[in-house]
């Protein structure tokens, strides 16, 4: 899924990518209890050394406008005000949400140009690195909401590669059809939680 937002000069289009899943699925009480409660999110800025204070700024605002977990990378030699400028958003964890900002970063800027570093890492308030499990902000809430109020039997799985979920009442088959049709043909989803 792509979302275009606008600050300034650039524009940024926002990415899926999923997380490694644990083998195992949860139980719905044991993924809620392992998901950060609401959708309030922290930003860090991990390398922006090569920015002046206005453009560091600039990279701050923008965490309200990437959904969790999301990352926005930048080429030191390019810096902020590029016409391909990407952040990646919605996927399933921070490691995922790097990975997509550093490809697109490095893919787009010049060749004679410094690598990409990530300088703005967005996660959701109160998430442990630990956790049996980790969400997009879409995710987790459509897990909160739609899913919750299914009758048991149910499954909710999403894509490692694409970022995408789906869920559905019945067995964990139908969920991962759902999330398949999702990521357009998704061969990857796996079922994180099933009741």
Known sequence: M???????????????????????SLKFKD??????????????????TFLDAKQ??????????????????LSPDEGLFVEWLNAAGQHHSLDAARKVALKHCDANRKKASAKCVVVLEVSP????????????????DTLRGEYRKLKSPKAFAISQEQGTFGFAGGDGARALDACAKAGGGAKDCRVVVAD
């Open 31 to 48: 993924a809620r209890k392992a998901l950060p409660k609401g959708n309030r999110t922290e930003a860090v800025l991990p390398d922006t």
């Open 2 to 24: 792509f979302h275009t937002l606008r600050c300034g000069v650039a524009a940024f289009a926002l990415a899926s990518l999923a997380m490694p899943l644990a083998a195992e």
């Open 125 to 140: 308030k109160g998430a442990k690195a630990d956790a049996a499990l980790s969400l997009s902000a879409e995710a987790a």
């Open 56 to 73: 560091q700024a600039i990279v701050l605002t923008l965490k309200d406008t990437i959904p969790y977990y999301g990352a926005l990378a």
